[in-house]
């Protein structure tokens, strides 16, 4: 079973910046569309940011322009650099993919979670 490690996450200042990291606990074949999604305390859990296997990006409105998530194929990760953080920012965050291949022999599976990771933005 495939597993999603997610590293990164702490407390940071209001106007500060993290770095979260997300990969596949073993070798993957192929990966679709990975992305970043957070949970505050009481509210659902929202869409932070997506990037296909091509390296379009889509950002939630709220983070536009200060949150840039990037991949690299290589090592099928994910990367979320966040910037100029603020309060309303915290929450845990949690790395997803859509679908992946284990390899080519394999079939895609579908709907990847990690565990997740908390990003607290405090003065």
């Known amino acids: 079973q495939v597993q999603l490690v997610e590293s990164g996450g702490g407390l940071v200042q209001p106007g500060g910046s993290l770095r979260l990291s997300c990969a596949p606990s073993?070798?993957?074949?192929?990966?679709?569309?990975m992305g970043w999604f957070r949970q505050a305390p009481g509210k659902q859990r929202e869409l932070v940011a997506t990037?296909?296997?091509?390296?379009?990006?889509n950002y939630a409105d709220s983070v536009k322009g200060r949150f840039t998530i990037s991949r690299d194929n290589a090592k099928n990760s994910v990367y979320l650099q966040m910037n100029s953080l603020k309060p309303e920012d915290t929450a845990v965050y949690y790395c997803?993919?859509?679908?992946?291949?284990?390899?080519?022999?394999?079939?895609?599976?579908?709907?990847?979670w990690g565990q997740g990771t908390q990003v607290t933005v405090s003065s």
């Open positions: 997803h993919v859509d679908r992946l291949r284990v390899s080519v022999r394999t079939s895609y599976e579908y709907d990847f």
């Open positions: 073993r070798s993957i074949f192929a990966i679709n569309t």
């Open positions: 990037i296909t296997s091509g390296g379009t990006t």
